[in-house]
């Protein structure tokens, strides 16, 4: 019945509307204004909550690299991308073959629409897709250090570039701590901190419908 009247000319006292798509922009643009409050309660949220992420992981890596024996720096100075931005971490002495070793460390979300396909068909495929990416931004490096990728997925491994690489800090640890459950404890952190910062964001998000 209301469509019927909003169908019908306006000297008929209608809208005048011949078809729904004529109401699909307006009513678009209406509903992200309504909820544009709510929008940037989420970004926000998802902004700061990534951050302390990739944060902590960088954190975990420099620690268990200094435990090994294996001094580092945090984003050196000096050491630059192609687009200006710097690496996670460089340590200080040799890792192989006489080059030093750099990492960057990153989280891919396992059902981000740009990867579900890949990761439907294998599993750690964005792992891979990002690790491809992460070389291709560091290709400079490539013939002066030893670059380790350090993607993980929200809800999958992490790339095989940085499962060999932990087990190298694995032998590394071992023989600085004579502990062999070390690789356990490095992954069980790692874990716990994707794991932690996932269900943060979505207690975030349902806070942020609370406040609505």
Known sequence: MQWTQASLPVKMCGLGIQKASSLALPAFLASAASTLHLQTLILTSILVTRIARHS???DIIHR???KAG???IKEPR???RADGRRPDGLTMIPWHSGRHLVWDATVVDTLASSYIQATAAM???ADEIATERKNAKYSAFLNTHVFIPLPMETIGPINVTGQNFL???DRKLTMSTGDNQETCFL???LSINIGYNVLIRLLSVALCLNKI
Request: proline share 5%.
């Open 56 to 58: 902590t992981i960088n």
């Open 64 to 66: 268990s690299l200094s």
């Open 70 to 72: 294996i001094p580092s």
């Open 78 to 80: 000096g050491l630059l």
């Open 123 to 125: 599993a750690g495929a």
């Open 167 to 169: 087990r190298d800090l």
């Open 187 to 189: 992954l069980q952190r």
